[in-house]
C-alpha cells in the first residue's frame, strides 16, 4: 500500500484531518520562502496534536540506519523504506520538518523545538548534510532539464538520507513525468510529489508505483486545507493495489 504525507500543515486541525483520514506522514514547513511556513512556537503545537514525539518513545531496537552496510542506491534505500516502516509501527503519523538550503545548525534547533519526528531537505543541500541533522532525512531530488530517469538514479547517494523524493514543482504545483519517475521507482522506493490531487493520484500511483505520495497544494481550497479533499485523497492513494 502506497504511504501518504500530507504537507504545508499549517493548523492542528490541518494535521488531526490527515491523521483522521489515514495519512502517514504531517509535513510542516519551515523554508523561508514558503508561504506555508510555520513558526516554531504553533509548529509543536500541531506536533504535540499527533501524540508523543518519537524521540519520546522508548525504542528498543538499533537505530534504523547503519551506515556502511549498504554500498549501491537500491540496497540503502530499501533499507531505508524498511526503517520507515519500523517508525511507522510506533506512531503514525509521523511528523517531518520540510526545509530548503538552511544551516544545519537552524534545522537541528527547530526539529527539537518542534519535537519533529523526521526532517526533508528540499533545497540544493548536499547529501552529506543528512547525516548533520538530528533526525533521519528525507532529500528531495530536482530533475533538470533533458534529464532521464537514469541520470536521476545516477545522483542519488547511499549512506545519507533515509529515503528520497522526487518533486519537480517547489510549491508550483508542476508534476513530474510519469515515465521519468517509473523509471527511477524501478530502482528506488521513491516519494513522489508535484501536481498530485485526489483525482490524479491513484492513476499516478499505477503508472509510477512509487513508495509514497505527497501532497500540499492538490489538497486545499482556496489556500487552506481541507478536510473532505484529504480525506479523498488518502483514501484514492491507499485504495490502489500495488
Not at 31 to 58: F, M, N, T
Not at 116 to 137: H, K, T
Not at 139 to 152: H, M, Q
Request: proline residues 8%; charged residues 25%.
Amino acid at each position: 500500500m502506497t504511504r501518504v504525507k500530507i504537507c504545508g500543515c499549517m493548523r492542528v486541525a490541518d494535521a488531526i484531518a490527515a491523521r483522521d483520514a489515514g495519512a502517514d506522514f504531517v509535513g510542516i514547513l519551515f523554508a523561508p520562502a514558503s508561504q506555508r511556513r510555520v513558526p516554531v512556537e504553533e509548529a509543536a503545537e500541531i506536533v504535540a496534536s499527533l501524540g508523543v514525539p518519537l524521540r519520546d518513545i522508548e525504542q528498543d531496537d538499533p537505530p534504523p540506519l547503519h551506515p556502511g552496510r549498504f554500498a549501491t542506491p537500491a540496497a540503502w534505500y530499501a533499507h531505508g523504506a524498511e526503517a520507515l516502516e519500523r517508525l511507522l509501527a510506533r506512531k503514525r503519523p509521523l511528523t517531518v520538518g520540510v526545509f530548503e538550503n538552511q544551516p544545519v545548525e537552524e534545522v537541528n534547533e527547530i526539529a527539537d523545538e518542534a519535537g519533529l519526528d523526521l526532517v526533508q531537505l528540499s533545497g540544493d543541500e548536499p547529501w552529506s548534510d543528512c547525516l548533520l541533522v538530528a533526525r533521519q532525512a528525507i532529500k528531495v531530488l530536482r530533475p533538470r532539464g533533458g534529464e532521464t530517469a537514469r541520470d536521476l538514479v545516477r545522483r542519488v547517494e547511499p549512506g545519507a538520507a533515509v529515503a528520497v523524493m522526487l518533486d519537480p514543482s517547489r510549491g508550483t504545483g508542476a508534476s513530474m513525468d510519469p515515465e521519468i519517475a517509473a523509471g527511477v521507482a524501478v530502482e528506488l522506493p521513491i516519494w513522489l510529489a508535484g501536481g498530485l490531487t485526489p483525482e490524479s493520484v491513484a492513476d499516478t500511483i499505477r503508472a509510477v508505483r512509487p513508495w509514497a505520495v505527497d501532497v500540499s497544494s492538490g489538497v486545499e481550497t482556496h489556500g487552506a486545507k481541507d478536510p473532505a479533499k484529504i480525506m479523498a485523497f488518502v483514501q484514492a492513494a491507499k485504495g490502489v493495489a500495488v
